[in-house]
């Protein structure tokens, strides 16, 4: 954009009298099994493109450019290597969740690696280097979950290729700033920090807002050997049907990554099966990779029948939803861009569609999910 094309003058909308918004959701969307292997099997007869990476985003009907994805703010990208390739190292400011769906390969990011086998989970934070390596002789593919929609919804999208000369390294701490001693030192430590009437308001220096309190972010590794161990294979062996995989750095947000949860969901052949009721909604969307098993999804009043092998948008944001697994149970990870909605105070859900609608997060919570779902309620 050049000077030129600036307005002159910012177009104004009387919204005197405005009724409430509100949610305009997306449709469900289902990738079927047989979609995503054929797409895997097309980008590994593609020539290799010149940074090495194959990959096929997931556009929903509804998305509109910038910000293309399988939900608003969210893409999911079937990414390939084939046997002896790797990608040119990147840096960006969106963050990622990767699930291993064939084969295994090598993940290098930041100061480390993480060797991603099949259905194991990943998370790779912002602006951390990484390279995708494959030194196995069998092809790797892996859906890519990623909030880069998002920010270039808003114009923001942020990445640059590093050269391919990259490798992991130890973080170097930056040198301490040198200080005058006749001058003032403009740091968090010294900048004002003063109370603003009895309720809590407080006014801070600018310090505050150009050299936030950091959060270390690590990129963190999920093997689903380990992850299984702990959810349930057999009806009555006591073991959670459904686990959070979480990252630390996230802290009250409960996620993989600062957008994203992850929960890995095993429910063993033979339970009783769910009574068919009303469901559930939240202003979060839902992403459902189903392993194992199969079942049905009623989103809106229809019912979406999945097996292994599916990809589905089960729960576009706020949208009445509720699952039901087959005779031969199931194995899903669900990606949910819930601790982006706290982080926003913008998480709402509604258990019960006659019950009340809670802010999660800002208010007392969902309780007694486990009891109700054993029961097969």
Do not use: C
Request: avoid cysteine; glycine fraction near 10%.
């Amino acid at each position: 954009m050049s000077l030129t094309d600036i307005p002159t003058a910012a177009p104004l909308v009387d919204v005197s009298g405005a009724a409430a918004s509100t949610p305009r959701p997306w449709t469900p969307l289902k990738v079927s099994r047989a979609e995503i292997e054929a797409e895997i099997e097309r980008l590994a007869a593609a020539p290799r493109p010149a940074n090495g990476r194959r990959g096929s985003r997931i556009v929903h009907p509804s998305a509109t450019a910038p910000g293309l994805g399988l939900a608003p703010g969210v893409a999911v990208t079937i990414e390939v290597l084939n046997p002896g390739e790797e990608t040119t190292p990147l840096r960006e400011n969106a963050h990622r969740v990767e699930i291993g769906i064939l084969g295994s390969g090598r993940i290098e990011v930041a100061d480390s690696h993480v060797d991603l086998a099949h259905l194991d989970v990943a998370n790779l934070p912002s602006m951390q280097p990484f390279r995708f390596r494959n030194d196995t002789g069998e092809v790797w593919a892996r859906l890519s979950y990623s909030n880069a929609p998002l920010l270039e919804k808003l114009g923001v999208h942020y990445a640059e290729d590093l050269p391919l000369t990259w490798a992991p390294s130890p973080a170097h701490a930056p040198a301490p700033a040198t200080q005058d001693s006749e001058k003032v030192a403009y740091t968090r430590a010294t900048a004002p920090d003063i109370a603003i009437g009895d309720r809590g308001a407080r006014l801070r220096g600018y310090e505050f807002l150009v050299d936030v309190e950091v959060v270390e972010s690590r990129p963190l590794h999920w093997p689903w050997a380990e992850v299984s161990s702990h959810l349930s294979s057999e009806v009555g062996d006591g073991k959670r049907t459904i686990m959070a995989l979480y990252n630390p750095a996230t802290q009250r947000r409960q996620g993989a990554t600062h957008s994203f949860f992850v929960t890995a969901t095993a429910m063993p052949a033979g339970r009783p099966p769910r009574r068919r009721g009303p469901g559930h909604r939240h202003s979060s969307v839902a992403i459902n990779y189903h392993f194992a098993g199969s079942g049905v999804s009623t989103v809106d009043g229809v019912d979406i029948a999945w097996e292994a092998g599916d990809l589905l948008l089960s729960a576009p944001g706020w949208l009445e939803h509720a699952h039901y697994e087959g005779p031969d149970g199931l194995a899903v990870y669900t990606v949910q861009d819930h601790p982006l909605h706290i982080g926003m105070e913008s998480l709402v859900w509604q258990e019960k569609m006659d019950g009340p609608v809670l802010a999660l997060g800002s208010e007392a919570g969902q309780t007694g999910f486990v009891g109700p779902r054993e029961a097969g309620e």
